[in-house]
Structures are given as C-alpha cells and as structure tokens.
C-alpha cells in the first residue's frame, strides 16, 4: 500500500491543480473606506460554455489520520472552489492524470482560512475536514451534465500527517 505524507498548502506547490484561496500578503486594494483589504481575483473559474456559477454548502463529517483514501473524482466541465466556513486545518488530496487515471498523488494541510479551487478536470479527494464543524462553502458548476467522474482506488492510499 502507498503512503504520502501531508505538506503544507501553498500557492507554488498547489498551482498544477489549481489555486489557493487565502488573505495572505498585502491586499491588491483597500476598500470601504480604508477598513477593509481586498485579495482581488484569486481564482481561475471555469464554468464551461453551458454552465453557471452556483454556490452549494457542505457540511462533512470529519475525518482522521493516517487517512484511507479509496476515491477520488474530477469535475471535466468545470472547476470547483471550497471556502471554509471555520478557522481550522483540512485536508487537500490531488493528482495529475495519467491517460484518464489519477496518478502521483499529493496530499496537503490547508491552514486555518485557505480554501482551494480546483480547475476543470483535476483530480481530487473528497471533501476531508480534520475537526468540526466541516462546513464549507462550494462554488461550482452548475448545467445540465453530470460534471463528475469517480476513480476507485484499490489498492487504497494511505495519508499520513
């Protein structure tokens, strides 16, 4: 059985998968009479031709580690962006693909505030919160098509802290 282990979130390690979501550095603009920064345009969303933005909320149940992971799944017609709705760590599972197959798996801990967005067809693992509450607020796809693909992994991946 493989086993990886969780790196840190960051905007260079994730960028093959998508992008992080955060308020970190200095903020492109200062709005509202100067009470608030704004992080402008952070996300690459894609929503395909027949598609809309929709905004959905998930509440998941927490998991722990070392973590099974047994599937994995993308989105072909388009990305797909969690916000946390908490202050705590998560868990974030990729891979690249390899003709139609998930491969090279990376796992990585979202501090507390990241959210990620995932581009048009990466793979990725469910929705894994390590404490409660596991709200989050999803923006995605939301058309006519089924916009989902599952891989089953047998052998399972093993994610360790």
Known sequence: MTVIRTEPLTAAAFAAFGDVLDATGDPDKIIN??????WHDRAQLDFGPDGRA?????NARPRAFPYRLDLVE?????SQ?????HQNEWLVIVAGDAGGTPASFRAFRAAPGQ???????TWHGVLT?????????????IGTTPNLE??????????EP
Request: proline share 12%; aromatic share 12%; net charge negative.
């Open 33 to 38: 009479q100067g009470f608030c920064g704004r």
């Open 81 to 85: 962006a969690f916000l946390p709705m």
């Open 150 to 159: 599952e891989y089953n992994l047998d052998p399972p991946i093993m994610i």
């Open 74 to 78: 993308r989105h072909p017609d388009g």
């Open 115 to 121: 959210g990620v967005n995932f581009h048009k067809g």
């Open 129 to 141: 919160p390590l404490h409660e509450p596991g709200l989050f607020a999803v923006v995605d796809r």
């Open 54 to 58: 929709g905004i959905s909320i998930f």
